[in-house]
């Protein structure tokens, strides 16, 4: 090294430790003091949020604040799709977004997003969906978003329907598939399956 022997290398001396001068003044420390400043912080754009807000301002939401308005919101998404996605509800959603998914296969060739099915099933058996209730802490979308949600995982776990993460991947899963074929028979007969891909 470029020390004397028994003492190490003066440019190494301090590196690991902040002069008490620097951290007093505010300036870097550790290991990237020396980077530039934009550089030493990775993952972060701006300034990170105080989980508290500072006595006497009491404008801006804290982390705790915002974190408790999420919790909320999602106590009163599970509240409110306990309510609707029953079993019985769940059943009759089913029939009806299996139809509507092998209607828009028919006419589209090719499967339906989640919004496109659920377009297809009767308006007043989604109104969960649309009508937001008062008090909701969130976007509009927020709410409609995550009932559609349930909707789907509820659907998918009761065998109506499956997908996977890909889009367009929505289908007739087994429940929804035995349904078409023994109690939704069209008027004028069995019609060939559909084979269009």
Do not use: F
Not at 76 to 105: C, E, F, H, N, P
Not at 106 to 127: F, I, K, Y
Request: proline share 12%; glycine share 10%.
């Amino acid at each position: 090294g470029g020390g004397t022997p028994g003492r190490p290398d003066p440019g190494l001396i301090g590196r690991d430790q902040a002069p008490a001068d620097a951290v007093r003044a505010g300036l870097p420390t550790g290991p990237h003091r020396d980077l530039p400043r934009r550089r030493r912080v990775v993952g972060h754009d701006r300034a990170m949020t105080p989980t508290t807000t500072p006595t006497g301002t009491g404008t801006e939401p804290t982390v705790n604040d915002q974190a408790a308005v999420r919790a909320e919101a999602r106590e009163q998404v599970r509240r409110a799709a306990g309510l609707w996605l029953t079993g019985d509800r769940v059943a009759v959603l089913g029939r009806q977004m299996v139809l509507s998914i092998t209607r828009y296969r028919r006419a589209n060739r090719r499967s339906p997003t989640w919004a496109e099915a659920v377009a297809g099933v009767d308006p007043a058996l989604c109104e969960p969906i649309t009508t937001v209730p008062e008090g909701w802490p969130l976007r509009p979308a927020v709410w409609r978003r995550e009932l559609r949600q349930r909707l789907m995982g509820e659907l998918k776990h009761a065998r109506w329907v499956t997908y996977t993460h890909t889009p367009r991947s929505l289908h007739p899963g087994e429940v929804g598939r035995g349904w078409l074929t023994t109690a939704n028979q069209p008027p004028d007969g069995p019609h060939p399956p559909d084979t269009a891909r």
